[in-house]
């Protein structure tokens, strides 16, 4: 029995020691790759009118209500995130589709609509 005594603090001695010595460094990313992006997805261009100078964007499910509002100003990209053109929100909200006014570029069916959130 006095060697069970003696055996069981030195096992636990051991065990703790030896815990400190192999503990993983902890190593944190750098800040940049936890920024959030400041480009907010609104949806995704369904159809365009050249002739009157609009395009037809569907919303995405998490499409921020501040980016549909008239006259917010919206970039349309392509699946590479390269900029096809500037969109200008219009009251025109119907269900899930959003009219917008082209400002700039040639967007197409199927390009990305993002907002830069502020």
């Known amino acids: 029995m006095f060697t069970t005594v003696r055996i069981i603090p030195t096992l636990a001695l051991i065990f703790m020691a030896s815990g400190c010595h192999h503990a ?3 190593v ?10 400041a480009r ?3 949806g995704r261009i369904i159809a365009i009118d050249a002739a009157q100078g609009f395009a ?6 998490d499409a921020p209500n501040a980016a549909l509002t008239d006259g917010t100003g919206l970039t349309a990209r392509t699946a590479e ?4 053109g500037r969109l200008q929100a219009s009251r ?14 040639k967007p197409s069916p199927g390009d990305e609509v993002v907002w ?3």
């Open 24 to 26: 993983p460094a902890t």
């Open 28 to 37: 944190s990313p750098p800040p940049e790759t936890l920024a959030p992006s």
């Open 92 to 105: 025109f909200l119907r269900g899930r589709t959003l009219g917008t006014k082209i400002i700039s570029g």
């Open 81 to 84: 995130l390269k900029e096809t």
């Open 40 to 42: 907010l997805i609104v």
């Open 116 to 118: 830069q959130a502020p």
């Open 56 to 61: 037809f964007v569907e919303l995405g499910p």
